[in-house]
């Protein structure tokens, strides 16, 4: 997966993957790219199938130091890094695995 993303991208990844699995690579691209477009919250929560809270939640457990401003704004390079993350995630979980078990 991390095939073409900079380190950022792959430290965003790393954190996403670290989070609690409550919501899929899917539910994370919609979260992030219905935010970053000014969908409100509760439009989010009713295309994804929760509440707004939850939506609120996340969105707030994906937001690191890597990818905010000291006072916890994303950034202009943060929003794109966090779109690229979100997207290659939910890439890579479409793809079927092809692993050997040795």
Known sequence: MSSGLTSIQRMVVGHLDSL????????????VEELCRGTS???IAKQIGCSADDVVAR?????????????????????????????????????????ASL
């Not at 409550?22 to 979260?31: C, L, M, N, R, S």
């Open 20 to 31: 609690e699995p409550a919501f899929g690579p899917k539910a994370d691209v919609t979260i």
């Open 59 to 99: 969105w707030q457990q994906m937001l690191f130091p890597a990818i905010t401003t000291d006072h916890g704004a994303l950034t202009i390079d943060g929003r794109r890094d966090l779109i690229i993350a979100v997207r290659a995630r939910e890439q890579h979980d479409m793809q079927p695995w092809q692993e």
């Open 41 to 43: 919250i509760s439009a």
